[in-house]
């Protein structure tokens, strides 16, 4: 039973994962509508930043953006004379956070643009605004439409927490691999870390289908 000895240090792991999880999945949601509605704006500006901001963080390496928030971001602010070093967990959570909410905004660009164009056509003879069309009239039918997707950007980013073991923070995969070092005993290792990856995707899986079941009866709410 000397695998017994690794849970303590594994779940002290798993807690660092489950609060970067949280921070980046509320912070990707954050970034998803800035930048999913900002890509629709008539602003010219914002859209074009919108649409940069999307082809950057979809375009490169979650590892690369990880590594420059941490590594080459401070360079930066030496070279300017502004302290821009970042803590493990702020560097982990914002590379994280913007990675998916680059995914995410196209979710929301493309939930946005499936609302039926006669809900606009409604919206603009009872003289609404395009700020209130966007709160009554898009995002309250838009919302339900990108659950099932948002769960699995959710997910995805549970997973892609590991990385940030790269960068010294002791999340699961960092203490996983300092007890693997130590005992050398890497199939019990790699056994008990895919199996509480797992587990943790059940419960994050579980918590984004009771969300969607919540949005879908507010959405039928409200018809």
């Not at 980046?24 to 949601?29: D, E, F, K, L, P």
């Not at 905004?105 to 603009?124: D, I, T």
């Not at 997707?149 to 073991?165: C, E, I, R």
């Not at 010294?168 to 509480?196: C, H, P, V, W």
Request: hydrophobic fraction near 50%.
């Amino acid at each position: 039973m000397h695998w017994m000895n690794y849970i303590a240090p594994l779940l002290e792991g798993a807690w660092v994962t489950v609060q970067l999880t949280i921070i980046s999945t509320i912070g990707g949601a954050f970034f998803s509508f800035l930048f999913g509605i900002g890509r629709l704006s008539p602003n010219r500006t914002a859209r074009y930043l919108s649409v940069g901001f999307i082809e950057v963080f979809r375009g490169t390496s979650l590892l690369v953006q990880l590594f420059w928030l941490y590594f080459a971001l401070p360079l930066i602010g030496e070279a300017i004379g502004i302290n821009l070093r970042l803590p493990p967990v702020a560097a982990g959570a914002l590379a994280l956070s913007l990675n998916i909410g680059a995914y995410g905004a196209e979710v929301v660009r493309g939930a946005l643009q499936a609302v039926p164009r006669e809900q606009f056509e409604v919206a603009k003879s009872l003289d609404f605004t395009p700020r209130q069309t966007l709160w009554r009239i898009s995002l309250p039918q838009a919302i339900p439409e990108m659950m099932p997707s948002f769960g699995n950007l959710a997910v995805q980013n549970l997973k892609d927490t590991a990385l940030v073991s790269l960068i010294s923070l002791g999340d699961l995969a960092f203490k996983a691999e300092q007890i693997r070092n130590f005992t050398q005993d890497s199939t019990t290792i790699y056994s008990i870390l895919l199996l509480m990856y797992f587990g943790m995707a059940l419960v994050l899986t579980a918590i984004m289908k009771l969300l969607e079941r919540s949005v879908g009866r507010w959405r039928a709410g409200r018809a």
